[in-house]
């Protein structure tokens, strides 16, 4: 009996570490409940010490979602440096199409927004919002339908570990 105790305690002791990501830096999440207000700017804050980093948007969507496509506009802000971007998303990869029927309708999608970010030690904020508008419309919508959650992943980049 204690030979089964011990063989459970090594086996559920071996999944626990070999799940950890030793490269996660931060990850946070905002519940938008169905729709991401463009007013309501998302922002993320993290504690950094000096090294190289990937920061990953990870956007969760419904069939509500009305777009193939996303445009965001991201800014990192480091000490006394901000980096500001557009980024232009597309749903669509080599085995599905976005508009392809999924059994939940629910899809999951991570968005590189910065690779190999030299960042100092310090405060760390992201802000993120989204700019998308209709073809024959020169605004952006205010209310984008079929956002369910946004999430801020920040890993360590290989070229840190080489540094």
């Known amino acids: 009996m204690n030979f089964k105790k011990t063989t459970y ?22 519940d938008l409940n169905g ?8 922002n993320f804050l993290f504690e950094s010490d000096n090294s190289i980093l990937d920061f990953s948007l990870a956007l969760r ?24 971007d557009t980024i232009e998303y597309y749903f669509e ?5 976005w508009y392809e029927i999924k ?17 100092d ?3 760390v904020i992201v802000k993120l919002k989204h700019s998308i508008r209709y073809l ?3 605004a952006p919508l205010t209310k984008l339908d079929g956002i369910l959650d946004v999430g801020l992943i920040v890993e360590k980049s290989l070229l840190d570990e080489k540094i």
């Open 9 to 30: 305690f090594i086996i559920i002791l071996l999944s626990t570490f070999s799940c950890r990501n030793e490269n996660l830096v931060f990850i946070d999440f905002e």
């Open 35 to 42: 729709s991401w207000v463009r007013s309501n700017e998302l």
């Open 61 to 84: 969507t419904d069939s509500t979602y009305p777009f193939s496509n996303i445009f965001l506009i991201s800014s990192i802000q480091n000490n006394n440096y901000v980096i500001s």
């Open 93 to 97: 990869n080599n085995e599905t199409k």
């Open 103 to 119: 059994p939940s309708g629910i899809k999951n999608n991570k968005i590189l927004l910065k690779k190999d970010l030299k960042i």
């Open 121 to 123: 030690e310090g405060n």
């Open 136 to 138: 024959d419309s020169i």
